[in-house]
C-alpha cells in the first residue's frame, strides 16, 4: 500500500521519494480514550484499549443520542423585538441584553448547560463496551509473565488497529476494523502457538442496556435511552456479536462468553439505532437491524471482510498523499506520544505533521459518510453516557470546523451529513424565525442535535447568535465552487434562498450611517465593555454577521442567476449586500469586532469571528485587500497564538491565508503541544492529546480537522471566478522556511481543478493542474501569474520550477 501511494506521487511530479509511515503507535496499552486507537465507518466507530489482561473497545454508534424532539421556541417572543431593538440603537446594550435573557433564550432547560443527557436536548452517549479478559494459558492463577516487543498501532492506510506483543514465549497479534462494506466492527486475536488463546468476552453499558447470551457463541445487548421527557420515545439500540474460536470452545454462561484453548478468536459485532437520520431514514426495528447487519456480515470470511474494508477506506484516503521531507530521522521512529514531546521540544519533524495532516482526513473518512449523521464535537467517538457540550453540533465555528478540510483534501462527498443536517433545519428553523424574528425563511442559532433544534440556547451571552445558519449556507456555497454541481445546487438552492429571506427580514437600518445591521447580534461568545466598564455580549451587526450575510447574499444570487431563477431577489440581495457594514479598520490598526469600538472584555478571546473574512470567508486577501490583511496581522498578533485546539487550528488557516508559512508552522506547533490525556473543560490549554486527537480540552476534533485544513492551505489555496476574473489557484502560498522539500498530490481547489506540487529548497519544483470543469483559471505563484487561457475537461497543465510556461 505505502509503495503504490509513493509511486503515484513520485510519477507526477517526477520526484524521488523515499517511504514514510503514516501510523500512530504506542509501546504500551492505552489508560484513556485519547490513548486508544479511533476507528469508525461513519456509523460504528471504536476505541481500541489494547491491554494486556483485558482488550477494552468502546463502542460507538452515531444515533446514541439521548432527548427527543421539543418545541422550544418561547411563542411570544418576537413580542420583545421593538423593545430589544430601541434599547440597541439607544446604546443600552445591557438592558437589552436583560430582555434577551428573559424572552430571547429557548423555553424549557436548552442544552442543560451541556449537559443534557437527561433533558429532551440529550447528549450523544456511547454504545457500550466491549472487553475480552484473558486467562493466563497456563492455568489459573498462574502469575502472568513478563510481556516484551509490545506495540500497539493504527495504521491510517488500512484504517486497522494492531496489537503485537510477546509473553510466555508464545507472540499475540490482534487486528481490529470497523468496515463499511460489511457494516461491522471485526476483531481478530491470533497467537504464534496453537490453543493459546482463553478468556472471557462481556458487552456492557453503564446504563440503560441489558445483554443476553444468543445461542452458545453469541451475545446482543438492547436498550433504550432516556428522552429527557421520563417516557418511552427514547432511542432504541442493539448490538450483536458472534464469536468464532478457531481450535477451541465457546460456552455461555449468563450473560458472558467463554473461550478456551483456541488457535484464533474472531469476534463480529454489528450495532443499529432506530434514530430517524436527517436522509429521513428510520429503521423500523433496532434489535432486527443489529442482526440482519451481523449474519450478512457473517457470510464473508475475515479476508473478504478484511479486503472490501481496505478497498472502501483507500478510496478515499488514496486520494491524496503528503510528503515533508528532511527531518531528523531519530524522531520519526519513536513512538507517537514520545514523537509528540520531542516535537513540541524544538525537533525537526515534519513528517510528524504529515502524518497529523493525514490523521485528520483519516478522522472525517472514519466518522462522516453519505448517508449518515455529520460528525459531531468528538466525530462518532464518546467514552461515556454524558459527552461535553453532549457531543451536539455547534454552529459558531465547531461543525464548520469540521467539514473545513472536505473539499481541499478531495472528500467531497463526506460532506453529504452535513447538507442532510442543514436541509433538516428548514422546517423547524422556519418555526424558530416566526416566533423570534417574525421572519420569513429558517434560522438556527448555535445549538444543534438530531432532534431539530434551532431556538437559541439557555444562555443570552451565547445562545443568541443568529448567523450559525448563515455559516452552515456557506458550505453549500463553497460545495458548488469545488465541484460545480449544478444539480447539487438546484437542491440546496432552496436553503440558500431561505436562508437569505430570513435575514433580509431580520435586517433594520441603523440611523447613523444608514447601515443595515443584524438586531440583535453578538460576536460569538465574546463580550465588550459597555462605557461603565461593565461586560456586555448585545450589539447591532458584529462585524461576523455582517461578513457572513454578504457571503450568503452572493452565494445566493450567485446561484439564483446559475438557476436562472427569482430575479426579483437577486437584485434585492445584491442591493442590500451593498449596505451591509464593511470590514473596518479601527484607530489601533486592528479589524473592528464591532460596530463601535468597543473596549474587549478579553483580549486574547478563542473566538476570531471578525476574521471569518479571512478564513473561511474570501473577503480579506494579502493580495486583493493589503490594508485588511494587515489589520488582520494586527489582530492576530494581539489574540496571541495560544487557545483552545479550534482556536489554534482557527489561526492556523488563518495564518495560512495572510501568506505567512513560518507564522502558520508556529500555529502547528502549538496544536501539537502535548496535552495530558485526562484534563477537564478549559478554554485554555489547546493541544494534542497522545493518539494525536485534538484537546480543546477536553477531547474534541474540530482542531484536528482544522488542523488538516489549515496544512493544506498553506499549500494551495483558491479564489473562485468572480466578476468575470476567472478563478485563481495559488501554489505555496504559505510554505514555511523550514519544509525545504516535499509533495502533494490530489488536494482541491475552488473552480474544480486537482493540483500535484512538489518544491525543492524552498521553492516550486513541479506543479501540475489537472482540469475537472473545464473552467479557465489563473495560476500564481509568488508574485508572478499565469493564464490558463483554453483549459478542457481533464486536460492538465504542468508548471516547472522557473514558472515561466504552461506546458
Ligand atoms: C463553542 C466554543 C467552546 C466549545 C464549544 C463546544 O461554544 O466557544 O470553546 O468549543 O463550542
Redesign the pocket.
Known amino acids: 500500500m505505502k509503495l503504490r501511494l509513493i509511486v503515484a506521487l513520485a510519477s507526477l511530479v517526477s520526484l524521488t521519494i523515499t517511504a514514510s509511515a503514516s501510523s500512530i503507535w504506542f509501546d504500551a496499552p492505552a489508560r484513556h480514550f485519547t490513548e486508544s486507537a479511533p476507528l469508525g465507518n461513519g456509523r460504528l466507530g471504536a476505541m481500541v484499549f489494547g491491554g494486556v489482561e483485558e482488550e477494552r473497545i468502546i463502542l460507538n454508534e452515531t444515533g446514541m443520542w439521548s432527548g427527543s424532539p421539543q418545541d422550544a421556541d418561547r411563542p411570544d417572543a418576537a413580542k420583545a423585538l421593538p423593545e430589544i431593538r430601541r434599547l440597541l440603537l439607544e446604546g443600552k446594550n445591557l438592558e437589552a441584553e436583560a430582555l434577551i435573557a428573559a424572552n430571547f433564550t429557548c423555553a424549557g432547560k436548552g442544552s442543560g448547560h451541556g449537559n443534557g443527557a437527561n433533558v429532551p436536548y440529550g447528549s450523544y452517549q456511547l454504545l457500550g463496551e466491549l472487553t475480552f479478559t484473558f486467562h493466563q494459558p497456563s492455568g489459573s492463577g498462574a502469575p502472568a509473565s513478563p510481556v516484551s516487543n509490545y506495540r500497539r498501532e493504527l495504521d491510517l492506510f488500512t484504517a486497522n488497529a494492531r496489537t503485537t506483543y510477546e509473553q510466555g514465549g508464545v507472540r499475540y497479534t490482534r487486528e481490529i476494523f470497523v468496515s463499511k462494506p460489511g457494516e461491522a466492527v471485526v476483531v481478530r486475536f491470533s497467537s504464534d502457538k496453537p490453543g493459546m488463546l482463553s478468556g472471557r468476552l462481556a458487552l456492557t453499558r453503564p446504563e440503560n442496556a441489558k445483554t443476553q447470551t444468543v445461542g452458545t457463541d453469541g451475545l446482543r445487548m438492547t436498550g433504550q435511552l432516556p428522552d429527557g421527557f421520563g417516557g418511552d420515545k427514547g432511542v432504541k439500540f442493539s448490538a450483536e456479536l458472534k464469536v468464532q474460536a478457531k481450535g477451541g470452545s465457546v460456552a455461555a454462561n449468563d450473560d458472558v462468553l467463554t473461550v478456551t484453548g483456541a488457535d484464533e478468536v474472531v469476534i463480529v459485532l454489528s450495532g443499529a439505532t432506530d434514530i430517524k437520520t436527517f436522509a429521513g431514514r428510520q429503521i423500523a426495528d433496532a434489535q432486527l437491524a443489529a442482526t440482519g447487519d451481523l449474519m450478512r456480515a457473517l457470510r464473508s470470511s475475515l479476508e473478504e471482510l478484511r479486503a472490501a474494508h481496505i478497498a472502501d477506506h483507500q478510496k478515499y484516503f488514496d486520494r491524496v498523499a503528503l510528503r515533508l521531507d528532511g527531518g531528523d530521522k531519530a524522531a520519526a521512529t519513536k513512538p507517537t506520544p514520545e514523537r509528540l514531546r520531542a516535537f513540541a521540544e524544538g525537533a525537526n519533524d515534519p513528517g510528524l505533521i504529515a502524518t497529523y495532516f493525514d490523521f485528520g482526513r483519516y478522522l472525517l473518512i472514519a466518522s462522516s459518510r453519505p448517508g449518515g449523521l455529520p460528525a459531531n464535537?468528538q466525530g462518532l467517538w464518546a467514552d461515556g453516557v454524558q459527552t461535553p457540550?453532549n457531543g451536539d453540533w455547534?454552529l459558531?465555528?465547531?461543525i464548520q470546523m469540521n467539514y473545513w478540510p472536505a473539499e481541499i483534501c478531495n472528500l467531497s462527498e463526506l460532506t453529504d451529513p452535513l447538507f442532510a443536517f442543514i436541509q433538516s433545519l428548514r422546517v423547524p428553523g422556519a418555526k424558530t424565525a416566526k416566533a423570534y424574528y417574525n421572519a420569513r425563511g429558517w434560522v438556527a442559532h448555535v445549538l444543534g442535535n438530531p432532534w431539530g433544534f434551532t431556538s437559541p440556547g439557555e444562555g443570552a451571552s451565547?445562545g443568541a447568535t443568529t448567523t450559525g445558519s448563515a455559516w452552515l449556507c456557506h458550505h453549500i456555497w463553497e460545495h458548488y465552487l469545488f465541484t460545480r454541481d449544478r444539480t447539487f445546487l438546484k437542491h440546496a438552492y432552496p436553503v440558500l434562498r431561505e436562508s437569505s429571506q430570513f435575514y433580509l427580514d431580520m435586517l433594520i437600518e441603523e440611523p447613523k450611517q444608514k447601515w443595515l445591521v443584524t438586531a440583535p447580534s453578538n460576536s460569538p461568545?465574546n463580550a465588550f465593555l459597555t462605557a461603565d466598564g461593565k461586560p456586555a455580549h448585545i450589539t447591532l451587526g458584529a462585524t461576523m454577521d455582517m461578513q457572513l450575510l454578504r457571503a450568503l447574499f452572493t452565494a445566493t444570487a450567485e446561484s439564483a442567476k446559475i438557476l436562472g431563477v427569482d430575479a426579483e431577489l437577486q437584485k434585492e440581495l445584491l442591493e442590500k449586500r451593498e449596505r451591509l457594514i464593511p470590514t473596518r479598520i479601527a484607530k489601533d490598526g486592528r479589524v473592528m469586532e464591532w460596530i463601535e469600538e468597543y473596549a474587549e472584555a478579553d483580549p486574547q478571546h478563542?473566538?476570531i469571528s471578525h476574521l471569518w473574512g479571512l478564513y473561511p470567508g474570501d473577503e480579506i486577501s494579502a493580495t486583493r485587500t493589503p490594508e485588511l490583511a494587515a489589520a488582520a496581522r494586527k489582530t492576530l498578533d494581539v489574540r496571541g497564538d495560544a487557545g483552545?485546539g479550534?482556536c489554534i487550528a482557527h489561526k492556523l488557516n488563518l495564518w495560512a491565508r495572510l501568506g505567512d508559512g513560518d507564522r502558520a508552522l508556529a500555529l502547528i506547533r502549538s496544536l501539537l503541544k502535548p496535552a495530558s490525556a485526562v484534563s477537564g473543560i478549559s478554554?485554555k490549554g489547546g493541544g494534542t492529546y497522545p493518539n494525536l486527537f485534538d484537546a480543546?480540552p477536553p477531547f474534541?476534533i474540530d482542531g484536528n480537522f482544522g488542523g488538516a485544513a489549515g496544512i493544506a492551505e498553506m499549500l494551495v489555496q483558491s479564489v473562485p471566478a468572480r466578476e468575470g476574473a476567472p478563478a485563481e489557484i495559488h501554489l505555496l502560498p504559505a510554505l514555511p522556511s523550514m519544509w525545504k522539500t516535499g509533495a502533494v498530490r490530489g488536494l482541491r481547489v475552488r473552480g474544480g481543478y486537482e493540483v500535484n506540487i512538489a518544491w525543492k529548497d524552498g521553492k516550486l519544483a513541479k506543479a501540475l493542474v489537472r482540469s475537472l470543469s473545464g473552467q479557465r483559471a489563473n495560476v500564481r505563484y509568488k508574485g508572478k501569474v499565469l493564464t490558463l487561457g483554453n483549459f478542457p475537461l481533464n486536460s492538465t497543465a504542468q508548471f516547472d520550477a522557473s514558472f515561466e510556461t504552461v506546458r
Open positions: 464535537l457540550w455547534h459558531n465555528v465547531n451565547w461568545e478563542r473566538h483552545t479550534w478554554t480543546h474534541q
